[in-house]
């Protein structure tokens, strides 16, 4: 019998990872992460844009573990931030700061600011690379809504407990995974992945 291709899915973070493998389900190959390659090197994020930074890490884990490889860079842009603090979401309030210290100086930076102007987006790149590392892929989605003046709610992970869809009452951290999943910037960036690694896939014979 033939082994099940596998597929890295670039990152360490375990609420991401969680919610790719729950995306990528229904696709015939085995999902791995960064965590069961622990010789691998982290890859700088040094892209001006989200789309730099997905093929940035796409192509360089792929490059050192010789393996098909999706990486994915998001964040939140706010408005009245002037889009801040988009591709540093990440390290918004330090480079080791929690969750909690991120939402916590993002509320401090809207103190003041009525809620109709805490208008916000999501945002994801994905990108693909061949175990060569060459860029196969790119896609893109976002997800409109606003910065909710607390957190609330204790699914997700990142921005979500401040971060209500458009459309909605709630915060990501409150919704369903079944509805966040649906309607989220990864989960509209994944559709174009989806499509790709599905053909990917079916060329090779899902081998």
């Known amino acids: 019998m033939t082994p099940e291709p596998s597929l890295l899915v670039a990152t360490r973070n375990e609420g991401k990872l969680q919610e790719l ?39 360089g884990y792929a490059t050192q573990g010789h393996i098909l490889t999706l990486a994915d860079d998001s964040g939140l842009e706010v408005d009245a931030l002037g889009g801040a603090p988009g591709v540093l979401s990440a390290r918004y309030a330090g480079e080791a700061a929690s969750d909690a210290a991120r939402i916590d100086k ?18 994801c790149a994905i990108a693909i690379a061949s175990s060569e590392g060459s860029i196969l892929n790119v ?18 992970f990142g921005y979500d407990p401040v ?10 951290a409150e919704l369903a995974p079944s509805v966040r999943n649906r309607i989220s910037h990864r989960a509209r960036a994944l559709r174009g992945a989806l499509d790709y690694l599905r053909a990917l896939t079916s060329t090779s014979g899902g081998r």
């Not at 993002?106 to 945002?123: D, S």
């Not at 971060?163 to 990501?172: K, L, R």
């Open 21 to 59: 493998r729950q995306l990528l389900a229904d696709l015939p190959l085995g999902l791995l992460g960064l965590d069961d390659f622990p010789i691998i090197q982290t890859v700088a994020e040094t892209g001006l844009t989200f789309v730099e930074n997905a093929s940035l890490k796409a192509s």
């Open 106 to 123: 993002l509320l401090a930076e809207l103190c003041g600011v009525a809620v109709e102007n805490r208008t916000a987006r999501f945002v």
């Open 139 to 156: 896609s893109t989605g976002t997800c409109e809504g606003q910065i909710d003046l607390a957190s609330h709610g204790q699914r997700g």
């Open 163 to 172: 971060f209500i869809p458009a459309g909605y009452t709630s915060t990501f």
